[in-house]
């Protein structure tokens, strides 16, 4: 055990062993990346692209890149009322403000 300028323990510091290594069952092999990450299609990658561009070059963002945005975000939507249907949570979270005051 080591110990810092006041006094403290700081654990053991020898090479592999302690604070300054991993343990050897860490790794980050679940971890998604870039070349792992399968819902970044190459549709959904250019448009990313695109929007960014837009965004900070703000210049208009293409007519056929929108309408590919906003179908996507109109399945995206559709998949999201059929899987979980309607949810009113607005309405009652507007009430109770209301309410409160």
């Known amino acids: 055990m080591s110990t810092t300028a006041n006094g403290s323990s700081c654990g053991d510091i ?3 062993v302690g604070l300054t290594t991993a343990p050897k069952f ?3 092999d679940a971890m998604a990346t ?3 990450n399968h819902l970044m299609d ?3 990658a ?3 692209d695109a929007v960014i561009e837009h965004i900070m070059s703000k210049r208009p963002l ?3 890149i929108a309408k590919r945005i906003h179908e996507r975000a109109g399945r995206i939507r559709d998949e999201i009322l059929r899987k979980h249907g309607v949810l009113e949570i607005g309405v009652s979270a507007i009430r109770k403000l209301r309410d409160s005051v």
């Open 26 to 28: 860490a790794n980050n």
């Open 46 to 48: 250019a448009n990313t």
């Open 42 to 44: 190459a549709e959904l």
């Open 14 to 16: 020898r090479a592999g």
């Open 62 to 64: 293409a007519p056929e």
């Open 34 to 36: 870039a070349e792992t």
